[in-house]
């Protein structure tokens, strides 16, 4: 029986992993409109995705918004059948919950940053 609840805790686990890093990718193609993160990556097609993903920039957020809401969903759910979730998972989840925040809230400050740091 108790094989099952860790199975049950590590799967949840998993989950919540995957919905914050499905958040951090949301957050990462919505931020290609305001800095376009292709020409770092492949060096080409900056014009084509950024106009494009400009477009789903609310779909992005909106989307990396209901993962992370889900991810804490998971977590308080977890905490009521009194299983923990793993210390990776909620610094993960609360990474992911921070940078959408500021990605909503700032989008040209967050763009200058990456672009100064990127840019050295």
Do not use: D, H
């Not at 108790?2 to 931020?31: D, F, M, P």
């Not at 998972?89 to 990605?103: E, G, K, N, P, T």
């Amino acid at each position: 029986m108790e094989r099952k609840e860790q199975g049950g805790n590590s799967q949840r686990s998993k989950r919540t992993i995957i919905t914050s890093l499905a958040a951090l990718g949301g957050i990462v193609l919505a931020s290609s409109c305001c800095l376009p993160l292709t020409p770092f990556l492949l060096a080409a097609g900056t014009a084509g995705s950024s106009a494009f993903f400009v477009k789903l920039r609310p779909l992005l957020l909106a989307g990396s918004a209901l993962f992370i809401g889900f991810g804490f969903y998971q977590s308080w759910r977890a905490k009521q059948c009194n299983c923990q979730p793993s210390l990776p998972s909620a610094i993960l989840l609360w990474f992911s919950a921070i940078v959408a925040l500021l990605s909503i809230l700032f989008p040209q400050a967050i763009a200058n940053l990456l672009a100064n740091v990127l840019g050295g």
